[in-house]
């Protein structure tokens, strides 16, 4: 840092422009235990707004000015430390927001995917923030897309849903009271940091790491190589509301949870695919079971392995019961991954997680769709594949529907190699669902 610089840092903090703050459990991940560089591309969150209704962009700009001064995530970025990073938070910060108008050919939905995507792939300075932008591409005077995209640093999935509901409040908050500010969060997210790092006191950490040296010890790797980081690629695919409806009816009959249920037939399907028995997948948690943290943008989510052994002479229904009792011991004894990967002894090198190599995720934080009078908003969500791993599932109850998508490393992965992986997943779960008392070797045919 010059010293011009560490002079004006210096001015910050004695008059409380900015604050200093450790890294938070989550954030931790990124810089000690995550397969690519912390300032990679790849650790972008994204997500398309359309919006209706006849709004301004000095509107948007207000509305987005507003949250600012409510979510301090949105203030922050990260000064290198001796110790490690900290995350700088300023009092103060004004709208990171651009717009254009869009031509009639630039408002077809593939033209504003790749806008999207360029929008999306910009690096963030990591220490001058903001660490997050929203760009306005309007296509008529009421058809709205807004474009937004924030570094996993101060975001997770569940934070997508808290921005569009705060940024619909605060275009509502402006047209009846001006310029009045929004209330402030019950929690903000270094408040909620600081009381996470009181309660994992070296005690508490070692109580769980005894554990996870147990249900981990003599994990087998599924791919063996590391690999370059490179493009991840996305399908989107759907179960229909049967196979759905059935699926919780099954979960309801055996004692599980829709997660473990689905979570079987996907280690079945995946065994099948690959011909590993040991199967271990990292399962994202949203950490926001106090009411206070779900009005708070920033990352909170955590990451939970799950270990499963397929035996292709047992039921299903063995296998259901098997799979749910370690997942409840996995969720009951989870912990944070950065400490976790240090209490295993494990690295992380480049192109490799140090724990898993598949995620699996039932994804459980809203997904709003907004309507006020004059104007609605509907958020989807454009999974970015952070580089953590070889291959997602990620499936997104839709009503009885289940949506699933699919990312994988393109450099290992042909798109019909996932199609079939899609296609024998479904079929176990099919089957499943029917006789659930049926040998996994059948399960697949």
Not at 189 to 197: K, L, Q
């Amino acid at each position: 840092m010059s010293d011009a610089k560490r002079a004006r840092l210096k001015q910050w903090l004695d008059s409380g422009e900015a604050r200093l703050h450790p890294l938070t459990f989550p954030q931790r991940e990124l810089w000690e235990a995550a397969p690519a560089p912390v300032g990679d591309s790849s650790n972008h969150i994204c997500c398309l707004i359309h919006v209706q209704g006849l709004i301004t962009p000095d509107d948007c700009r207000a509305a987005i000015q507003r949250v600012v001064e409510r979510q301090e995530a949105l203030r922050l970025s990260f000064l290198p430390g001796k110790d490690g990073p900290l995350q700088l938070v300023r009092r103060s910060g004004e709208a990171n927001f651009r717009f254009r108008d869009l031509t009639p050919a630039q408002g077809e939905p593939e033209a504003i995917e790749e806008l999207a995507r360029e929008i999306f792939s910009v690096p963030f300075d990591l220490t001058q923030g903001p660490l997050y932008r929203v760009e306005m591409l309007r296509r008529a005077a009421d058809d709205l897309v807004l474009v937004f995209a924030i570094h996993h640093a101060i975001a997770d999935g569940w934070t997508l849903g808290v921005f569009v509901r705060e940024l619909c409040g605060a275009y509502l908050q402006g047209k009846i009271n001006g310029a009045a500010a929004l209330p402030d969060v019950p929690l903000s997210y270094t408040a909620w940091g600081a009381a996470e790092r009181a309660f994992w006191q070296p005690a508490e950490l070692a109580s769980r790491a005894k554990f996870w040296k147990s249900a981990l010890a003599g994990t087998m790797r599924i791919w063996s190589a590391p690999v370059e980081s490179g493009a991840m690629q996305r399908w989107v695919t759907h179960m229909p509301a049967e196979l759905g409806s059935a699926a919780r009816e099954l979960a309801r009959k055996s004692g599980a949870t829709l997660y473990s249920t689905l979570l079987t037939a996907f280690q079945i399907a995946l065994s099948r695919w690959t011909g590993a028995e040991d199967i271990l997948v990292g399962t994202p948690v949203a950490n926001r079971s106090k009411q206070a943290t779900r009005e708070t943008m920033g990352y909170f989510a955590g990451i939970v392995p799950v270990r499963g052994r397929v035996d292709r002479n047992r039921t299903f229904s063995e296998s259901l019961r098997g799979v749910h009792e370690s997942s409840v011991e996995a969720f009951a004894n989870a912990m944070p991954f950065a400490e976790l990967v240090r209490a295993l002894g494990e690295t992380s090198t480049p192109g490799r997680n140090p724990i898993f190599e598949v995620r699996f995720a039932l994804q459980n934080h809203p997904i709003p769709d907004v309507a006020l009078p004059g104007l609605s908003a509907k958020l989807r969500m454009r999974s970015t594949g952070t580089p953590r791993f070889n291959l997602a599932c990620e499936i997104t109850e839709e009503g009885e529907a289940l949506e699933v998508v699919w990312i994988s490393r393109a450099t290992m992965f042909a798109p019909d190699a996932v199609r079939e992986l899609d296609r024998t997943f479904q079929t176990v779960l099919t089957s499943a669902c029917r006789t659930s008392d049926s040998r996994t070797t059948a399960l697949t045919n």
